[in-house]
């Protein structure tokens, strides 16, 4: 039986994913600083990323959409958050960073879980990342073109060393400081 590339991707990728998991899963996301950290982290790699993609792509409306609803939130809590992150990296194939985005958005619906748990009116209030809903049927696109990539072609290790960058963009950021400015905000009735 012929491997699939997309299980070659997860598996070759696994130990760059369990790293960012492992610092990721360390942020409390239901307290304020905590919150604000995890969503300093993403913004500053959704914004590398959407830099790399072209923009009429539905990787770029993706980004961008998720970058804009990470300031939305920032704003609601009344700061802005940077992470220094690595923004010299290459431009990806397009499937690594399809395959790196949807899997968040898998991943978020878990994350989201944790954050209900905030007893932090200002970070309740703070939704518009944890409530954008994956695009539906796009993960099962993203894995059947994945699925259809050769296993050992050229494109397959290239997306394999993408999607390693990529996850290691993340990794820095998740271990980088939070440069944080607030400012007072009022709790919406």
């Known amino acids: 039986m012929c491997a699939d590339f997309r299980q070659v991707l997860k598996n070759e990728t696994q130990a760059d994913h369990e790293r960012v998991d492992g610092l990721i899963s360390l942020i409390d996301l239901a307290t304020f600083d905590g919150f604000i950290r995890f969503l300093a ?11 790399l993609v072209t923009t009429e792509s539905d990787a770029w409306s993706s980004l961008d959409e998720m970058v804009r609803r990470i300031d939305a939130d920032l704003a609601t809590m009344g700061t802005s958050a940077t992470v220094g992150v690595v923004s010299d990296i290459h431009k990806p194939d397009r499937l690594a960073i399809d ?3 949807e899997g968040s958005r898998l991943g978020s619906k878990m994350l989201r879980r944790r954050w209900l748990t905030a007893s932090d ?3 309740r209030q703070a939704n518009a990342y944890f409530s954008l809903a994956p695009v539906p049927g796009r993960w099962r696109d993203v894995c059947d073109q994945l699925s259809n990539i050769p296993v050992h072609s050229e494109r397959a290790g290239t997306i394999i060393e993408d999607t390693k960058m990529l996850f290691a963009l993340f990794h ?3 271990s980088e400081p939070v440069a944080v400015q607030r400012r007072d905000v009022e709790l919406a009735s």
Not at 41 to 51: A, E, G, L, N, P
């Open 172 to 174: 820095a950021a998740a």
């Open 121 to 123: 009116p200002i970070v």
């Open 41 to 51: 982290i993403h913004q500053s790699c959704f914004r590398v990323m959407r830099d």
């Open 99 to 101: 395959y790196v985005i």
